[in-house]
């Protein structure tokens, strides 16, 4: 689950999401540390470890569309260490239902 933010992402905005991973759930805050518009967005957390996503738009060559890359990033300690394939696939997982959101609110379709 993420907490939409009303209007633009900026540097500072903070975006909240709730993950469940192996059967707990836990809730964690990205800041945005760089923006340029429609360019990019740069985000990262540091609890429950340490993490970076780039998110960079493009329009698609046909002009139909827009093209998003995704850059992530990051350090996990521990527990989350030994979890790592599974937390890879959690992470991949929740891009893509981010992706998904992003598409439907840019189409004027809230519901799902």
């Known amino acids: 689950r993420v907490e939409l933010v009303d209007g633009r992402l900026r540097v500072g905005s903070k975006v909240e999401r709730t993950s469940r991973f192996l059967?707990?759930?836990?809730?964690y805050q990205y800041e945005v540390v760089e923006a340029d518009n429609d360019r990019f967005v740069v985000m990262r957390v540091e609890q429950p470890f340490p993490m970076r996503i780039r998110y960079e738009l493009e329009d698609a060559r046909d002009g139909a569309g827009t093209l998003v890359t995704i850059h992530a990033q990051?350090?996990?300690?521990?527990?989350?260490?030994?979890?790592?394939?599974l937390l890879n696939r959690m992470v991949r997982?929740?891009?893509?239902?981010?992706?998904?959101?992003?598409?439907?609110?840019?189409?004027?379709?809230?519901s799902g």
């Open 23 to 27: 059967g707990r759930q836990f809730s």
């Open 74 to 85: 990051g350090e996990a300690g521990g527990f989350y260490r030994l979890a790592a394939p």
């Open 93 to 110: 997982r929740n891009i893509t239902t981010d992706l998904e959101t992003l598409k439907r609110h840019l189409e004027g379709v809230t």
